[in-house]
């Protein structure tokens, strides 16, 4: 019986996401990475297995519940830890949310045991995974720059921040007008005049809802009505401002509970 070849899958992609330089998923039982450097950020997180390597001449471990910061121009390797290799997500991002002044930190701690980081990563990833939710993985890796940053530089802890219903108001004005066409995280910043964080903090707190939850509402409700007009699904998907009937069909299943076809199967 012929030996099992080692397994080598991987998918990479660059998103519409400032600030997100490559997405890149891979699974590898046997190959070994050799010392190597990255102009960007590597966030890195693995969902099987495990992986060691060496960050300036030190051992390092990604047991699946840490995050993982690897710093740019900072020598690095990386191999399996486990005879069934690894699975890994990784985010190369460059300096919009993390400067080259946190390098030394996190030379000294890669690796960060924090459940909460944990689940903000994966669920990036999931929005990334998925064309037309940008304003989504725009809001999640805005809150993950934040909370990186608060681990490698641990300020004292600050005052909550104080409710802005008029910032969330004008934000929320936004998006009504802008439904069918979006409009990105940084844009809806510029134009009200506001840090991106603090933004969706304000509209979270005014509203109970993020403002991607609350644009893709709009458009589901919009599709509502197109779809019991008799419409094609594929048609009423471009005609409210999702990526495509896939998108569509994704949040209207969330929302409604049915797929686009089926809720308006007897018109």
Not at 36 to 46: D, F, G, M, R, S
Not at 94 to 113: C, E, S
């Amino acid at each position: 019986m012929a030996a099992q070849r080692p397994r080598q899958e991987v998918s990479a992609w660059r998103p519409r996401i400032p600030g997100v330089v490559e997405v890149f998923h891979a699974h590898f039982t046997e190959y070994a990475y050799p010392m190597h450097v990255h102009e960007a950020w590597t966030l890195l997180i693995v969902d099987d297995g495990a992986v060691r390597y060496d960050l300036d001449r030190h051992e390092h471990g990604t047991p699946h519940d840490t995050v993982t910061l690897l710093p740019p121009h900072v020598p690095h390797n990386g191999s399996p830890a486990t005879p069934h290799g690894f699975r890994k997500r990784v985010l190369y991002l460059d300096g919009t949310h993390l400067h080259d002044g946190l390098i030394g930190a996190a030379v000294d701690q890669p690796d960060l045991r924090d459940p909460v980081l944990r689940l903000r990563v994966g669920q990036l990833h999931t929005a990334l995974d998925h064309a037309g939710d940008e304003l989504e993985a725009e809001s999640r890796l805005t809150f993950i720059g934040e909370r990186l940053r608060s681990q490698l530089r641990p300020r004292p802890v600050a005052e909550p921040p104080r409710p802005d219903p008029a910032l969330a108001r004008r934000l929320r004005e936004l998006l009504d007008e802008r439904v069918v066409d979006g409009l990105t995280l940084d844009e809806a910043a510029g134009l009200v005049h506001a840090h991106p964080a603090h933004l969706v903090r304000a509209f979270g707190a005014a509203y109970g809802i993020a403002p991607h939850q609350y644009l893709n509402s709009r458009r589901v409700d919009r599709a509502r009505r197109l779809l019991l007009d008799g419409r094609p699904p594929g048609e009423v998907a471009s005609a409210t401002g999702f990526f495509d009937q896939s998108h569509l069909t994704r949040h209207f299943r969330k929302l409604v509970g049915v797929t686009p076809g089926r809720y308006a199967k007897n018109v």
